[in-house]
């Protein structure tokens, strides 16, 4: 089979799937195998797959079909231009939580150093590392309840060699309680309705751990814990961001009020509010909307 009769019957398997542009994920598909530029695939299309490439191939077409991420499939996401490790024990990093990570480093600037920093629920590790890699003045500690998510996170700390600044915590956060407070407090909770779940796209309901997904009865379980949290984490001046889902943002910022804090909100740029900030100080990332909201 050469390429050009391989990316055919790939589109085929994937359209039936229900996948969308099923012609170019065949192509990015195999160029992964191939491990080629995608114009590569293109302009060669009479190039013969041997037999063993052959089959990996419509290995991952059937794994694709079959609604798996391709970022599960290739065990790699790109966040904050770094490329990160990921595997079905953790969410895959979405654009959306980059400007949570982007806030984070607008406000660690204005603390003195060295910073520290607690990421809830941690996941891939994609938030802490970034914050490590790019803010060379912080000592994050990272916590979550999946040990296996853990283990991802690590990877990543070490692939970004900033391993050394982060320690990564198997911890509950409804028992957790910190040594010395932080200057920053920041967290993508789950934030999804339990009954919610099952109505998402079958790349997240099908494969994405429930564990992380899962915030409740309303989506706001965790912020309350977080909420409650906040007196005995924070410095007397710290700060505490976390992302939120479509419309959760006024109730998540009168729980961070109702706390003594002064709050703000961010928005992604599709203009949906997604980071809420809550501050002891009046210590706020650039760009945000204070309250009253």
Sequence with gaps: MNIKEALTVAADILKNGNIHAPV????????????????FIYAHPEEMLS???????MDIVSKRSNRMPFQYISNNQEFMSLDFYVNQNCLIP???????????????KRYR??????????????????IAYYAKNTVIDAIDISESAL????????KHQVHDRIAFLNADLRSFSAE?????VISN???????DIKNLMPEVANYEPVLALDGGDDGLDFYRIIASKLANLLTPDGTVLTEVGMGQHAQVM???????????????LAGINRVVCGSFGNIFPKNCIKSPF
Excluded: C, H, W
């Design 94 to 108: 979405r654009p959306d939580t980059e400007i949570l990570v982007e806030a984070a480093l607008d406000i660690i």
């Design 254 to 268: 009168n729980m961070f009020e109702k706390e003594g804090m002064n709050v703000s909100v961010l928005k992604d």
């Design 180 to 184: 010395k407070p932080y200057s920053v």
């Design 189 to 195: 909770p789950p934030y999804i309705p339990s009954g």
């Design 51 to 57: 037999e063993q490439l052959e089959r990996e191939y």
């Design 151 to 158: 283990q991802v996170a690590a990877i990543n700390a070490k």
């Design 113 to 130: 150093e060295p910073v520290r920093v607690l990421d809830i629920g941690t996941g891939s590790g994609a938030i802490a590392v970034s």
């Design 24 to 39: 170019r994920e065949a192509g990015v598909l195999l160029a992964y195998v191939m491990k080629k530029d995608l114009s």
